[in-house]
């Protein structure tokens, strides 16, 4: 199992390297402008004094640049989970998916290993390789935050960054089931796309909206509430969904790849 584990993230080397790249990059980009969007803090925060609720709750609530709401609205509400979820989504959907695409599934499977076990070793691999571009990403957001002297605690910033992980986790979760159940990459990809986005938008939205309270439950993003975790006030029973989420979408993918027929 552990062989397998190590040849995929071997397959997926220069991959992660390059995503971690870009992590890294955007983070430098995001936060490096901070200094001088901190001197002009009360003069922007009056210019977007006219938005509407809605809009401001897709970028993570109001106060956009004081020192937790230019964190939270630039960077970890949206843009950094979004980029994550991508590769989230990629990895999830390809980690099994590719192997059968390119007919090299049943190879696998005539090696002295159990589906249970082939199906567990992939999604190690997967976790692993969302869990490296995230560390990238959180260590150079604990840096900057540091160099541009944005006041936040650090640790209240690398609790955000894991909240986005367990986020990004539940969203691959979704395309790694449906591929197992034999679902085409596209099809597995196409439906994730649709319910990250939604649930975002719904999620995000839930607050203001009365009617989309109930139907934002089941959407990882209603949990997703970083501003909170960034001012040390977040209830971490909420984080615990995200891991039960992924956790019962593995659960029905072992099921389904188990009585599979991959002749």
């Known amino acids: 199992m552990y062989a397998i584990v190590r040849w995929t993230l071997w397959q997926r080397r220069w991959s992660m390297f390059w995503w971690c790249i870009g992590i890294i990059g955007l983070v430098v980009v995001t936060l490096a402008v901070y200094p001088s969007v901190r001197d002009q803090a009360a003069q922007l925060n009056?210019?977007?004094?006219?938005?509407?609720h809605n809009t401001e709750a897709l970028f993570g609530g109001t106060d956009f640049f004081s020192p937790v709401g230019y964190l939270n609205s630039q960077l970890i509400y949206f843009t950094l989970?979004?980029?994550?979820?991508i590769l989230g989504i990629g990895v999830g959907g390809s980690i099994v998916g590719r192997e059968e695409s390119n007919g090299?599934?049943?190879?696998?499977?005539?090696?002295?290993?159990?589906?249970?076990?082939?199906?567990?070793?992939?999604?190690?691999?997967?976790?692993?390789?969302i869990l490296a571009v995230t560390l990238a990403g959180t260590i150079?957001?604990?840096?900057?935050?540091?160099?541009?002297?944005?006041?936040?605690?650090?640790?209240?910033?690398?609790?955000?960054?894991?909240?986005?992980?367990?986020?990004?986790?539940?969203?691959?979760?979704?395309?790694?089931?449906?591929?197992?159940?034999?679902?085409?990459?596209?099809?597995?990809?196409?439906?994730?796309?649709?319910?990250?986005?939604?649930?975002?938008?719904?999620?995000?939205?839930?607050?203001?909206?009365?009617?989309?309270?109930?139907s934002s439950l089941i959407f990882p993003y209603h949990y997703y509430r970083t501003a909170d975790i960034l001012r040390g006030t977040f209830d971490w029973s909420s984080i615990v969904f995200f891991g039960v989420f992924a956790l019962g979408c593995g659960l029905l993918a072992w099921l389904s790849f188990r009585r599979r027929d991959l002749v």
């Open 46 to 52: 009056k210019s977007l004094g006219n938005l509407s």
């Open 81 to 85: 989970p979004l980029l994550l979820t």
């Open 104 to 129: 090299t599934l049943e190879a696998l499977l005539a090696r002295p290993i159990s589906r249970t076990r082939l199906l567990t070793a992939k999604a190690i691999a997967g976790t692993l390789v």
């Open 140 to 214: 150079a957001t604990l840096l900057l935050c540091k160099v541009v002297k944005l006041d936040v605690p650090l640790h209240d910033v690398a609790a955000a960054c894991f909240a986005c992980f367990m986020l990004v986790l539940s969203f691959s979760a979704v395309p790694f089931l449906l591929a197992a159940t034999g679902r085409g990459r596209a099809a597995a990809l196409g439906i994730s796309v649709v319910y990250a986005i939604g649930g975002y938008i719904i999620g995000s939205l839930a607050g203001n909206v009365h009617w989309l309270k109930n």
